[in-house]
C-alpha cells in the first residue's frame, strides 16, 4: 500500500508540473529574408517625378559620403555611421544624408533609429521625388518589421504622394 501511495503522489507532482503554462514568448521583430536597403534604395530609383531636388555638395562632405559608402560595401557599418555624421556636422540642412543614415542603421539591424531618422530626413527635405520615396520605403520596411500593417499601409500610402507628375506635352 505505501507503493501505491507514492505512485499516486508522484503522478500527481507530475501532472501538476505539466500542466504549467509556458513561459510568455517575447514578440521579435520578423528578420525578413530579403535585402531591405536595395528595397529602400529602388525605391528611390524608381521615382520619377517632374521635380527633383539636387542640392551642391560641399567636396569634404561628399568625401565623407563616399568614404561612408565604401564602408557600407565592406560591411564596416559603424565607420559608415561615423563618416556620416561627421558629414552632417559640416551640413546639418543635409536630409539625404540623415537618409544615408537611416540605411546605415537599417545594415545595423536598428530599426527604431532607421524609421526615426527616415522621418527626420522626410520633414527636412523637399517631401517629392526620389528621397522622399526612400524615406516613406524606409517607414514601410520597418513597420512591416514590427508587423504593424496598419503603419506599413499607411507608409504605402505617404510614399505614393511622392511623384509629381510633369505637364502634359502635346
Given at each position: 500500500?505505501?507503493?501505491?501511495?507514492?505512485?499516486?503522489?508522484?503522478?500527481?507532482?507530475?501532472?501538476?508540473?505539466?500542466?504549467?503554462?509556458?513561459?510568455?514568448?517575447?514578440?521579435?521583430?520578423?528578420?525578413?529574408?530579403?535585402?531591405?536597403?536595395?528595397?529602400?534604395r529602388a525605391a528611390?530609383?524608381?521615382?520619377?517625378?517632374?521635380?527633383?531636388?539636387?542640392?551642391?555638395?560641399?567636396?569634404?562632405?561628399?568625401?565623407?559620403?563616399?568614404?561612408?559608402?565604401?564602408?557600407?560595401?565592406?560591411?564596416?557599418?559603424?565607420?559608415?555611421?561615423?563618416?556620416?555624421?561627421?558629414?552632417?556636422?559640416?551640413?546639418?540642412?543635409?536630409?539625404?544624408?540623415?537618409?544615408?543614415?537611416?540605411?546605415?542603421?537599417?545594415?545595423?539591424?536598428?530599426?527604431?533609429?532607421?524609421?526615426?531618422?527616415?522621418?527626420?530626413?522626410?520633414?527636412?527635405?523637399?517631401?517629392?521625388?526620389?528621397?522622399?520615396?526612400?524615406?516613406?520605403?524606409?517607414?514601410?520596411?520597418?513597420?512591416?518589421?514590427?508587423?504593424?500593417?496598419?503603419?506599413?499601409?499607411?507608409?504605402?500610402?505617404?510614399?505614393?504622394?511622392?511623384?509629381?507628375?510633369?505637364?502634359?506635352?502635346?
Amino acid at each position: 500500500m505505501p507503493r501505491l501511495r507514492y505512485c499516486v503522489i508522484a503522478a500527481a507532482a507530475l501532472v501538476t508540473a505539466c500542466s504549467q503554462p509556458a513561459p510568455p514568448q517575447a514578440t521579435r521583430p520578423t528578420q525578413p529574408t530579403y535585402d531591405i536597403v536595395a528595397q529602400i534604395r529602388a525605391a528611390g530609383e524608381r521615382e520619377k517625378s517632374a521635380i527633383e531636388v539636387a542640392p551642391l555638395r560641399d567636396p569634404g562632405v561628399q568625401g565623407l559620403e563616399q568614404s561612408a559608402m565604401a564602408d557600407e560595401r565592406a560591411g564596416k557599418y559603424d565607420d559608415a555611421d561615423a563618416k556620416l555624421a561627421q558629414a552632417l556636422k559640416m551640413a546639418p540642412e543635409a536630409p539625404e544624408l540623415i537618409q544615408d543614415r537611416a540605411e546605415i542603421a537599417v545594415r545595423k539591424q536598428d530599426y527604431a533609429t532607421a524609421e526615426k531618422l527616415a522621418r527626420q530626413s522626410f520633414e527636412m527635405g523637399p517631401k517629392s521625388g526620389s528621397l522622399c520615396a526612400r524615406n516613406w520605403q524606409t517607414v514601410y520596411e520597418m513597420r512591416m518589421v514590427a508587423n504593424d500593417q496598419p503603419g506599413a499601409m499607411a507608409a504605402r500610402t505617404e510614399l505614393g504622394k511622392c511623384h509629381i507628375a510633369g505637364p502634359n506635352r502635346f
